[in-house]
């Protein structure tokens, strides 16, 4: 007997619970793009707030400011007049000269020939030559003993070269003066650079007490700018403490103070160039006429865009600096409890 075979029913699976939802604080990244702009957009109303807050105040902010181009216009006008000295004496033979004093008896060929010879050389820039006649002339107008000297049966003075050397090195002017002075026509080489040494050293004084000046009131600025950042800080020590009680890092709290430092030497720098402006327009007309009696075309220059590009650069990296130090000494210290 055949048995049938009943299919045995289909197994039911048991149904998988439904996965339960999940719940709770959702973590959003931000990418590199966003938090650029973010930065840069902060940085941009810092900015802005630094302006505002400087002329909201505009009679505590215009004395800082003024006290700091006052301070900058002292070594940058020093520094202009140098600047104005040096091209007032360019005009000048500033070379140094060799007086070559012939011998009597040389002839005036010979001496002719050494002359050209001398201007030929590449460490001679010009020869002049004086006759003893010239000489003799310039002597008795310059000494006033004209009526003296009529009398005299021969001329005493003799010849002389003057050389002016291209250069002002004095290893090659003593090289130059040495050759001459090997001369069998030269009875004796004098060497003029005293006055040129003289006036070098004096622009070189000058130069450097313009450095130390600035440097002791660059100090000055600086202490100046740390001071009114820490009133500052000290105002808005509240406001410090509460933002930094909802998470904000020591370099978002201390931009807005180092836009303020920045901003006071900026204004301090451009008040500093119109100082130094106006000192210039005042003195120009009696310079341009002390110049004129002398003969001269020199004409007082003033402080142009360069000269304003670098004080109001300076001023404004010296307000910056100041105003790090303010705050890297009293930002840290305010803590939240």
Do not use: C
């Not at 973590?27 to 957009?41: E, N, P, Q, V």
């Not at 006036?199 to 100046?224: D, I, K, P, Q, Y």
């Not at 430092?261 to 106006?278: C, E, K, P, R």
Request: hydrophobic share 50%; charged share 15%; aromatic share 8%.
């Amino acid at each position: 007997m055949n048995q049938r075979i009943k299919p045995s029913p289909a197994r039911t699976q048991p149904q998988a619970p439904e996965r339960a939802r999940s719940t709770g604080a959702v973590t959003a990244r931000t990418g590199m793009g966003d938090r650029f702009g973010s930065w840069l957009g902060h940085h941009r109303e810092m900015w802005r707030e630094s302006w505002v807050r400087f002329f909201a105040s505009p009679m505590s902010s215009g004395m800082t400011a003024l006290v700091i181009a006052i301070a900058l216009a002292l070594p940058a006008a020093l520094q202009l007049g140098l600047t104005n000295f040096q091209k007032a004496v360019a005009g000048w033979d500033g070379q140094p000269q060799i007086s070559v004093f012939l011998h009597k008896r040389a002839k005036e060929s010979a001496v002719t020939s050494f002359a050209d010879n001398l201007r030929g050389d590449p460490l001679v820039a010009e020869v002049t030559y004086i006759s003893p006649e010239q000489a003799l002339a310039e002597f008795q107008q310059s000494s006033g003993l004209g009526d003296a000297l009529i009398g005299m049966d021969s001329n005493p003075l003799p010849a002389v070269l003057l050389v002016r050397p291209r250069g002002s090195d004095s290893a090659s002017l003593e090289f130059l003066a040495e050759r001459l002075r090997a001369s069998a026509l030269t009875d004796s080489v004098v060497l003029d650079m005293a006055w040129v040494q003289r006036l070098a050293n004096l622009t070189e004084l000058g130069r450097r007490m313009s450095l130390g000046l600035a440097f002791l009131l660059a100090l000055g600025v600086l202490l100046v700018v740390v001071n009114s950042i820490r009133l500052h800080i000290e105002n808005r020590r509240d406001e410090i403490l509460v933002v930094k009680l909802v998470g904000a890092t020591d370099a978002f709290v201390r931009r807005p103070f180092l836009y303020t430092g920045l901003v006071y030497g900026l204004v301090g720098g451009l008040i500093a160039w119109l100082l130094v402006s106006l000192g210039v327009w005042l003195l120009a007309g009696p310079v341009r006429g002390l110049a004129n009696l002398y003969g001269s075309g020199f004409r007082l220059g003033g402080p142009g865009f360069t000269y304003l590009a670098g004080l109001a650069g300076g001023a404004a990296l010296l307000g910056l600096t100041g105003a790090w130090l303010a705050v890297a000494r009293h930002i840290s210290a305010i803590q939240p409890r």
